[in-house]
């Protein structure tokens, strides 16, 4: 008998969600990784393979914060770029996470940036 991980369970939905997700250029793909230290978060492109926006725990203005306000700052400043680079709306893939804590403050400070999905 084996042992599934955490991980490997985690790994598991994120495959299953991808399958499923795709960005494009006018509706890219919203990708977050949650580390144990900060959340990371960007805009693919998956089509082209590229990165539009893209925004994470050691900017300077984010690094001071700690959590869900963290979170919620590097929503708002994902926002704030992906307008810049013409992006209004985009889809969420979550990675496997549950939509709680980290994942949803960064969800809804996207949410209130102006971003939708």
């Known amino acids: 008998m084996t042992v599934i991980t955490k991980r490997q369970r985690r790994q598991r939905r994120r495959y299953r969600v991808r399958a ?12 977050v ?4 230290r900060g959340v990371f978060a960007q805009l693919i492109d ?3 393979g ?3 926006a893209a925004a994470n725990w050691t900017e300077p203005e984010l690094k001071e914060l700690r959590g869900t306000e963290q979170a919620k700052k ?4 994902l926002a704030e770029r992906a307008k810049k680079a ?9 990675s496997g996470y549950r939509y709680h804590g980290r994942v ?6 996207a949410r209130e940036g102006g971003l939708e999905f």
């Open 20 to 31: 499923k997700v795709s960005g494009t250029a006018q509706r890219p793909r919203l990708s």
């Open 46 to 48: 998956d089509i082209d």
């Open 50 to 52: 590229k990165t539009l």
């Open 86 to 94: 013409g992006v209004e709306t985009c889809v969420f893939d979550r």
């Open 74 to 77: 590097a929503g708002e400043l």
């Open 104 to 109: 949803k403050a960064l969800a809804e400070g």
């Open 33 to 36: 990784y949650r580390s144990n």
